[in-house]
């Protein structure tokens, strides 16, 4: 569980851009990433710039939320006490912007908890429907599943039913002794033009068919395989998910980053899947007997999911 005021990054082991399309989802929060809220009194030096464009964030979202009707909330927030205090908290965040790490989401789910009174008598559902309109100040349109996951701070089944559950999930602890990690393709995308683009995709039957008929099972199969519901191997489930990703989300992919992703499919020492809507932080897993010469290879590039 998070701790008050602190907001993890998240990782979506299950799902990316399957929840557009109602499709099932897994993530889990990612603590090698964080987000505080800070009071204004407490800005380290060096700090200072960030600060800054903290409290214009915060006066946009301000301004954003008052064009919002309250009705449209399940905890309708607090707008008063919101103007009154925006310039007495600040949100230092290392989370990378614009690498799939749901950087959004942890400032969605920190102004969800400073100024919507009520937040903690909602269901899960509920919950992410309010920090999607949230959301929605950054990227145009938001599912709430990323910030959702940062408010919470616990891992989060999205299924195709529109319910939400916590599973007994440990990432650390995979079957056929797996583990995950993040690689840093160096490259930032931005959300709101590649979930455009995938929307236009969809226009296309072949797309769609394919969408439809092959990428939301595999999903499906994947998300089943790691929470121990089917007997299938997980990373075999990952690499048919990063096959159809190479074929069909090019766009998605980091052009520095498309040599490591074949290699991996050609080895089958790893494989490499997106992270959210693309570029940033890539999803992969490996055996663990090729942890090593991994690190060797990738260095700082490299993150262990534990």
């Not at 927030?77 to 790490?101: C, M, S, T, V, Y």
């Not at 990373?235 to 990703?245: E, G, I, N």
């Amino acid at each position: 569980m998070k701790k008050p005021h602190e907001y993890p990054a998240k990782v979506m082991l299950v799902g990316e851009y399957a929840v557009i399309l109602g499709g099932s989802a897994l993530t889990i929060p990612f603590t090698g990433f964080r987000a505080l809220v800070r009071p204004v009194e407490d800005i380290p030096p060096g700090k200072e710039k960030q600060a800054q464009q903290s409290f214009e964030y915060l006066e946009k979202i301000y301004e954003y939320l008052q064009d919002i009707p309250p009705g449209n909330f399940h905890a309708s927030p607090d707008l008063e006490n919101f103007a009154a205090k925006r310039q007495k908290h600040w949100l230092d965040l290392d989370i990378p912007i614009g690498f799939g790490l749901g950087s959004s989401g942890t400032v969605s789910a920190a102004i969800y908890d400073l100024y919507f009174p009520g937040v903690d008598k909602l269901s899960l559902k509920q919950k992410k429907e309010d920090l999607a309109l949230i959301e929605s100040f950054f990227h145009g349109k938001s599912s709430g599943v990323d910030a959702l996951t940062c408010h919470t701070g616990v891992a989060l089944r999205f299924k195709s039913s529109g319910s939400i559950e916590t599973p007994d999930f440990n990432p650390a602890s995979l079957p056929g002794a797996y583990r995950f990690f993040l690689l840093n393709s160096e490259e930032r995308f931005d959300t709101g033009p590649l979930v455009k683009h995938f929307l236009s995709q969809m226009e296309d039957p072949g797309f769609k068919r394919a969408m439809e008929e092959e990428y939301l099972p595999l999903n499906q199969l994947l998300l089943e395989a790691l929470l121990r519901e089917r007997e299938a191997d997980p990373a075999m489930m990952l690499k048919w998910v990063s096959d159809f990703q190479l074929k069909h989300f090019r766009q998605m992919i980091p052009d520095n980053a498309v040599d490591l992703w074949i290699e991996g499919l050609v080895s089958n020492e790893y494989y490499i899947k997106l992270n959210g809507s693309g570029g940033g932080m890539m999803l992969g897993i490996t055996h663990e007997s090729f942890m090593e010469s991994l690190e060797e290879r990738w260095e700082k590039k490299l993150l262990w999911i534990a």
